[in-house]
């Protein structure tokens, strides 16, 4: 099994360039969710999925926007990149089944200038 | 904001325990105790998880106290790949409350 896989792994855009990063998982796995770190700083929650079909906001939602038409993927696709969004961003998956043992992917770094 | 209060860092000798603590005063009957860990810029990796009891596996033990506000994440034999920010997580759902950790560093 590869697990949790990201792509690309960096990623530079300007101020206003929108873009998708991608997430897949080959565990069957029904949970997927997006979150992103900034320096010194713990993982928040953007967006996650419990199904197909099934989104829903976490703490950072804002100029993100997700959808989950597959079990395998959940991808994460920035509207309008700002300085802000600059950060590294990790999908993780996991069963629906508790307690939940969390795979991370490898993170992509994403700098906006 | 994340439901644990842990230690911003620690030192280690390799080759000694490392003890991790972590304080969740506020924690719910139903809500499960994750530790997971960070190396450099790595995603988050699942070490271990705890209910009321006491739990090992091949990585660490997790020691919960009795009443279930606080518990201590054990590296039995700390090496130098053991260096890395700990995080020690409080929750019921898949929704993870990640606080900033803390960052072990075990010296040789």
């Known amino acids: 099994n590869a697990g949790v896989t990201q792509t690309p792994k960096f990623q530079v855009l300007k101020t206003g360039q929108s873009m998708t990063l991608q997430c897949a998982q080959d565990?069957?796995?029904?949970?997927m969710s997006w979150y992103r770190q900034d320096p010194g700083m713990g993982l928040r929650l953007i967006h996650y999925s419990v199904g197909a079909g099934i989104t829903d906001q976490g703490e950072v939602p804002n100029g993100y926007n997700v959808s989950r038409s597959t079990t395998e993927d959940f991808p994460l696709r920035l509207l309008s990149a700002a300085p802000s969004q600059t950060s590294v961003y990790f999908c993780?998956?996991?069963?629906?089944?508790?307690?939940?043992?969390?795979?991370f992917g490898p993170g992509t770094r994403l700098t906006v200038t | 904001d994340a439901k644990t209060t842990q230690p911003t860092s620690m030192d280690c000798a390799e080759g000694r325990a490392a003890n991790l603590p972590c304080n969740h005063s506020?924690?719910?009957?139903?809500?499960?105790v994750y530790w997971y860990r960070q190396i450099h810029s790595q995603g988050p990796q699942y070490i271990i998880h705890?209910?009321?009891n006491n739990e090992t596996n091949e990585m660490a033990s997790l020691i919960i106290t009795e009443d279930r506000k606080s518990s201590t994440l054990i590296l039995p034999h700390a090496t130098l790949r053991d260096t890395a920010v700990y995080y020690c997580i409080v929750s019921y759902g898949q929704n993870f409350v990640f606080g900033p950790g803390t960052r072990l560093s075990v010296l040789p």
């Open positions: 705890g209910l009321k």
């Open positions: 993780a998956s996991s069963s629906n089944l508790g307690p939940y043992e969390q795979y």
């Open positions: 506020t924690i719910s009957g139903n809500e499960y």
């Open positions: 565990m069957n796995h029904e949970y």
